[in-house]
């Protein structure tokens, strides 16, 4: 028994104890591929507590009383992930609102997930933070921590649309794309959720699956239950040209929803716009390219040896859909970089969509001569990008063409909400989405 103040204590579950086993196979029953088209192998998992908190279990009872009074019915109960790098406080203290850092797709709430490795990606701080320690995004080596919590949802309203703040007068929650396998939940009252269990654990290895792969998946929305899901392909719509197929992903599709997220999620909070207008979603299938990316990918890992090359979703904003499908048709073209370019004549992205679609616009707007505007249809390329080994630097590089012998990409103010990533090989990146979008004020 561990004693976190003279009220609280968390119990070590024995491996042989009915919990810890359930909560094992709950743990890794519900990894599913993320947004990077990625997933990893499995959780080592150091140790399962059961938090023991007298005074936040009769806050959750007064509050689930006086739910189940508001609606004239016993509240439904879930049993669910919370991905956070602040677990110790919650357990002593429980959730507060207050310590929210920002304003997320459907308001300043609480979320939570079925799936453990959708709330994995929240376990380093923001949406797929990099580790401190390592600063590595998908870091294997870092002991982290998740909370299994049982959630009041009360009457939940189910919502689609990115925005809210809070639920409309009489419900208590939100849930977000019932239908999808990364369904979040949402509460709006501290209260409402308490941590029952605490799992620390280690990441396994990660690994890519293809990219043609589209992960349809089913909630099965039962108390205390998380997801379940299938595999399945997706099919071709409609041709560019040899080699090279652009399809619509369907709004009702898992990949529109993610995307979506990935977009609104990654807003600068320096922004003079709330949020974007998605008009359409394309997937880009180029056979010519991917078999040079992955050729490139390869020779990366030779050259690493024993370590894999971290790849990650980053966004590459340009100017014009043309330029967009051309980059889509024959791929990026490093040679026509400027090198007067802060960081050398590279192919720049951003873990920021807002700061990728300040380049997707003349500004001022050609059209309306209007600095940040939100008429214009904007296009915003989400690419699978292969780091390497990454050279670091908060200092400007003007002129460089190459990288220093051994480093495969350069990542500028590495430590700052606004890092750069730069490549200087035009098959180390592989354009997998084309978004079109309109800027919100």
Partial sequence: MHKLTSDVFVEELDPRDDDYRSITE???????????????????????????NAFLRMRYLRRLNQIEQECGQPSEELQVFHGTNTAKEIM?????????????????????????SY?????CGGFYNECWLH??????????????????????????????????????????????????????NNYQAIPDFIVEYQVRKYRKSSCSVNLV???????????????????????????????DVAREEEEYSMISRIMHFSIAEDQPYSGYDIRKISRVRNDF??????QRLNEINEELGDCTSDEIILFHGTRGTRRTEAIARTGFKVEYANPDCLFGQGIYFSRLSSHSS???????????????????????????????????????LHGMVALPPGFHSLIALPNSSYSEYVIFNNYQVYPSFIVEFRCLS
């Fill in 217 to 247: 998946s089913k909630l099965n929305f039962n108390k205390k239950t998380c997801l379940k899901y299938t595999m399945a392909q997706s099919s071709v719509q409609n041709d560019v040209e040899p080699l090279c197929i652009i399809e």
């Fill in 119 to 123: 709330s994995n990606q929240f376990t």
């Fill in 135 to 188: 600063s590595w995004l998908k870091c294997t080596a870092c002991v982290r921590s998740i909370l299994i919590c049982t959630v009041a949802l009360g009457k939940w309203l189910e919502v689609s649309q990115p925005r809210f703040k809070a639920p409309p007068p009489g419900y208590h929650s939100i849930v977000s794309h019932p239908s999808m396998y990364n369904s979040e939940f949402v509460i709006y």
């Fill in 26 to 52: 709950k743990m890794h029953s519900t990894i599913a591929v993320d947004f990077q088209g990625q997933t990893f192998l499995g959780y080592k998992i150091h140790k399962i507590g059961r938090v023991s």
């Fill in 358 to 396: 300040n380049f997707s616009c003349d500004d001022p707007c050609y059209p309306h001569r209007r600095s940040g505007c939100t008429e214009c249809l904007r296009t915003i390329l989400l690419c699978r990008v292969a780091l390497g080994r990454s050279y670091t630097t908060d200092n400007a």
């Fill in 92 to 116: 002593i203290h429980g959730f507060n609102l207050a310590n929210a850092k920002f304003d997320g797709w459907f308001g300043k709430g609480i979320y939570f997930s079925g799936l453990s």
């Fill in 289 to 294: 390219l991917w078999a040079h990316y992955n």
